[in-house]
């Protein structure tokens, strides 16, 4: 008998007839002989509904308790299904973070997981019955409190609990097919991706791919955990995220899939003195405003000046935060002025098989130069090249990377209303 | 310092301004050097809704999943609440059930409280901040399992905590000014009861006032706490509920009030064998229904047939479960019909000191002569007269008896609008 891990996001479970619908899958799932431990979200739009009465009453709620506030969405939602599950005439039970043993440190509102102790989970499978866990939340021992794992801690949850329970796979559940070559709202002819390595979906979430959680891939990776991704609604298989042994040759395309990003700002530090330490300096004042940097480019000095620019890019909503620290500091840096573009975007082509594959980045760069797309940065990892261009062409630059890499699928992609999520 | 226990119910923490607006009243208390302890409701309708989504997953949710479900709404109030008071500059944390130390029997749906251990109240108190509580739910050590104490569960929940830590007073927060002497809608001059003993109280309370619920009442008097009921919109004292020491002189009005019930129904048997043992045969079957019954009549028989009627009446709801229930043994009981009579009213008259003032039930029935009201069941306690009228002269009942008694104030009640819960 295998063990399945399944995770349901909010929408998979936004109302009493998708709870239905979710819970026949599950039903199917066990009476085809697999024990089933079902990790949920909360409802729908819960969790941004508590935030805002959250709001309401004070503008700065305690974390402590607004962790408490929030977990009252799995809540509904899990005992919603576990009672719709024991209705069907199948033995079900609920439980809650802490009871499912999913123990974190004390940091409310983004707690690390510490330990997953699921006793009780694996005493309700020996006894025949389905359970149901609470994603996003855990319990701190030190503490004694309830403690949340932050955005997209369900799908954490999900692998955390696949890990500790020696799953066979953790199904994420999402309301599109699995993960594509390309974002198929932009490149119609995406296709999907049938196995990708968790290294190489780690870079395409990181580049702007929004089907899982960068943290959940990373706990997946860490923990040699299977994922599948794939439909709620369709029973087709979607995309297995898979860790290769050491030394297993990886017979895949070279080439996974472009991601592109639109939530980034540059920001310019003009002028400044070329002299050694003046980037540590830098990125030391950035780093205590608790921005997120991610591509980074010196211009070649100008010999005579003794000057350089120094770029990098952000997220746009924590632009302000960092120009204002950079500013405060200018006379200790000394640069001459600072400049904002949040006009940018953010192209990644992913690929394990780069490593090993020559002309990579020189077939990139041509394809965008042929459709007349400037490219303003440009970042490599071993598996991966960034690049940026102004926003307006990073949907044409998706495209025509897309198919020059030979990406394009024969038939048009399947989208979704309400893709994405 | 004095520690006081105050409990606010679901139209009390409504929506965010009644949260606030509540959140002064309890740091008020604090400031004013004493400890609080607060429990609370779910806000407004949540628990109907969350009720509501289970019936719309199926028809009979398990009793343990709707716990979980259920216990959600406190989660979320009194979260807010904690986050709120913190806001204000003011140290609060709250407590689910089970961190509070409320442990039940398994009994899911309606518990009993088993023990109260609030050792994190406690400290917390002397860490100088405010304990918020959800009222209404437990934890059984048994299962260890969320448990519900039922409705009206979160007013024991506080007096259950005010015993434990030996609180000076529990206070019930409504939406009424206290205890009256009869429903200030039918009687405009109804008086608000300062002080009433917990054993009058609790006659009232099974007599169909619903400002308090007996289980909590009866926990108080059981344990000693003296509860004051008051309204949330005002800072006027409200009534206090006390338990009179052994010997103390009760020198209170030999009338507390007068009560009545529209939501009961009246089952006529008619004609049974006048044997002994049959009275028995009838009430253990329909004890098995689990229907409450209230006052029970039995006819003189008449001698030439060896036949009597016999009445009782219970909650409407329950008629016709029991009617059901008793048809199916016509044959073995050997009655020849059955009515059921949905409109009549029961009036109930209580005061300790009945007890040593005779003349009570005279003067009560000659009251309702007097208007021409028909009494159609008379059953009596030590401290309470009830009797059963026509529905539609329930009112007027209520108004000759409180005129006849005394208990007629000056002025006319104030009614808020929405009043009683």
Request: a negative charge; hydrophobic letters at 45%.
């Amino acid at each position: 008998m295998s063990l399945i891990v399944q995770k349901y996001g909010g929408s998979s479970v936004a109302d009493a007839e998708s709870i239905k619908r979710v819970a026949k899958r599950i039903v199917q799932t066990r009476k085809a002989g697999n024990e089933v431990v079902v990790v949920v979200s909360a409802m729908g739009d819960t969790t941004d509904e508590l935030l805002d009465l959250a709001g309401q009453v004070t503008p700065l709620p305690e974390p402590r308790e607004l962790d408490m506030l929030l977990t009252a969405g799995e809540r509904i939602s899990m005992a919603l299904l576990a009672m719709t599950i024991k209705g069907m005439g199948v033995d079900a039970r609920s439980f809650t973070g802490s009871q499912a043993g999913m123990i974190t440190d004390a940091r409310h509102g983004a707690a690390r997981i510490v330990d997953v102790t699921p006793v009780r989970l694996r005493e309700a499978l020996d006894a025949g019955a389905i359970a149901i866990v609470a994603g996003f939340q855990g319990f701190s021992r030190e503490t004694m409190d309830i403690t949340t794992l932050g955005r997209g801690g369900s799908d954490t949850t999900a692998v955390a609990l696949a890990a500790a329970l020696g799953a066979e796979v953790c199904e994420i559940y999402t309301d599109v097919d699995g993960v594509f070559t390309a974002d198929p709202r932009v490149v119609t002819k995406a296709t999907k991706i049938e196995r990708i390595t968790s290294e190489e979906m780690l870079e395409l979430a990181a580049a702007g791919s929004k089907v899982l959680y960068i943290r959940a891939v990373e706990y997946a990776r860490r923990h040699g955990v299977t994922i599948h991704v794939r439909s709620s609604f369709s029973n087709s298989p979607g995309t297995y995220v898979y860790n290769p042994k050491d030394g297993e040759t990886v017979e895949e395309p070279i080439i996974a899939g472009v991601a592109a990003d639109l939530n980034e700002a540059k920001i310019t530090i003009v002028d400044v003195p070329d002299i050694p330490g003046k980037a540590a300096e830098i990125f030391t004042l950035v780093a205590t405003t608790g921005a997120n940097i991610d591509m980074i480019v010196q211009n070649v000095s100008a010999a005579a000046t003794g000057r350089t620019d120094i770029s990098f890019t952000l997220p746009k909503a924590e632009g302000l935060r960092v120009m204002q620290a950079l500013e405060t500091q200018k006379d200790r840096i000394g640069f001459s002025t600072l400049q904002f573009d949040d006009q940018i975007g953010k192209l990644a082509l992913v690929g394990a098989g780069m490593r090993t594959n020559a002309g990579v980045s020189a077939k990139l760069f041509t394809a965008l130069y042929e459709a007349g797309i400037n490219i303003e940065m440009i970042s490599t990892s071993e598996i991966r090249i960034s690049v940026v261009t102004r926003a307006d062409t990073i949907n044409d630059a998706v495209r025509v990377v897309h198919t020059a890499f030979g990406l394009d699928g024969e038939q048009d992609a399947v989208v979704y209303a309400g893709t994405g999520r």
